[in-house]
Nanobody
Framework: QVQLQACGGGLVQAGNSLRLSCTVS????????MGWFRQAPGKEREFVAA????????YYADSVKGRFTISKNNARNTVYLQMNSLKPEDTAVYYC?????????????????WGQGTLVTVSS
């Protein structure tokens, strides 16, 4: 059984930063590709960022490129999402997910396990 625990969400003002963390437990998914998605009220879940198993390759949605940084610490089975210059449109529940391959990291179906989500609210 693989479990993902995300944390770090909260309420911030526009322009400020937050760092989300997601720890993986169970099996050996800690060194697998990981991703972050988000879902705003009334909208579909959308891709934010992903990282390869070894951490050498990263992928970003155009809307967050240059502001967000994904990283991972395989020794701690943890993936991070550093979010800078936050905007009100970044407000959403953020989900981390673990994949078994890099084939479809921009799509929800590319992932095997999901965390419970952490709410990020950015006020203007």
């Amino acid at each position: 059984q693989v479990q993902l625990q995300a944390c770090g969400g909260g309420l911030v003002q526009a322009g400020n930063s937050l760092r989300l963390s997601c720890t993986v437990s169970g099996r050996t998914y800690g060194s697998k590709p990981m991703g972050w998605f988000r879902q705003a009220p009334g909208k579909e879940r959308e891709f934010v960022a992903a990282i390869s198993g070894g951490g050498l390759r990263t992928y970003y949605a155009d809307s967050v490129k240059g502001r967000f940084t994904i990283s991972k610490n395989n020794a701690r089975n943890t993936v991070y999402l550093q979010m800078n210059s936050l905007k009100p449109e970044d407000t959403a529940v953020y989900y981390c997910a673990a994949a078994s391959s890099e084939r479809q990291l921009a799509l929800p179906r590319g992932y095997d396990y999901w965390g419970q989500g952490t709410l990020v609210t950015v006020s203007s």
